[in-house]
C-alpha cells in the first residue's frame, strides 16, 4: 500500500515536470497538447499540485544568478 | 542588514532601465499592462531579495529577472485560456495548499536550494542548463555552443532537471 502511494507519487512527480519541460521548449503550444495538458491536470487533485509545485522551482531555477556567462536579451529580440 | 545596499542598487537599476526592460517584457506578453504588471512584480522580487548571491552584472540580472516573470504570465495566461477551452464548467479544480505536509518555503530558500543543487553538477551540465534555462535556446543550439552533441545536451539536461526535482518546495 505505502510502496503503492510511493511509486504513483513518484510517477505523478515525473509527469509534473515532463510538462513543465514541454511548456519551456514550446513556447505556442498546439491544441492537442493543450487538450492533453488540460486532461492529465484536471484528472486528480494530486496531478495540479504536483504540477504547481514543479513549475514554482521552475520558476526559481530562473531566478538563480548563473555562472556563466549568459546573454538574457538576444533571443527575446530573435523571437520575432 | 547588509544586503539593503545591493538591494537598493538591484531595485534601481530596475528604475533607471524601466524603459528598456519594459521592452522586453512587452515582446513577451504582448500588452502594455501585463508589461507593467510584470515590472511591477520584478521589481517586488529584486527588493524582497529573490537572488541568492552577490549579483556580478546587475543589469544582466534584471534582464533576466524580467524575463523569467514575463515567460511565466506568459505560461499561466495560456494555461488559463486552456482551463476555459477545454474544461466544461472552465473551473481551476481547487487544491488547498493545507495538504501538503511540508510547509511552504520563502523565495530566497528556494532560490538558494536550486542553486546549492546545481552547484553540485559537473561545470558543463551547469552551463547547459542555464543557456537552457536563462538564454532560452534549443538543445540543438546548446550543443552548437558547447561544441558537443545534441544526445550529451539532452543527458545534460535531464540531470540538472533530476537536481531541480529533489529540491525541496
Sequence with gaps: ?80 | MQVDSSVRTLGEVLIFNHAQLRSIALKIVGTTELADDVLQEAYLKLVEGAYAREVEKPFNYCCQVVRNLALDYYRRRSLEDTYRIYTEDGELPHVPYECTPEKIISGRQLIESIDNALGKLPPRTRNAFELYRLSGLTQREIAKELDCSVTLVNFMIKDAVEALMGCKV
Excluded at chain 1, 503503492?4 to 514550446?26: G, L, M
Excluded at chain 1, 492537442?32 to 487533485?45: E, G, H, I, N, V
Design chain 1, 1 to 80: 500500500m505505502s510502496d503503492d502511494f510511493n511509486s504513483n507519487h513518484e510517477a505523478v512527480w515525473n509527469d509534473a515536470w515532463s510538462w513543465v519541460i514541454k511548456q519551456h521548449e514550446c513556447n505556442n503550444p498546439d491544441p492537442d497538447m493543450q487538450r492533453k495538458f488540460a486532461r492529465w491536470l484536471t484528472a486528480d487533485p494530486s496531478h495540479k499540485l504536483a504540477y504547481e509545485k514543479a513549475n514554482r522551482i521552475w520558476l526559481f531555477a530562473g531566478f538563480v544568478p548563473p555562472v556563466n556567462e549568459i546573454s538574457f536579451d538576444a533571443n527575446v529580440a530573435d523571437d520575432e
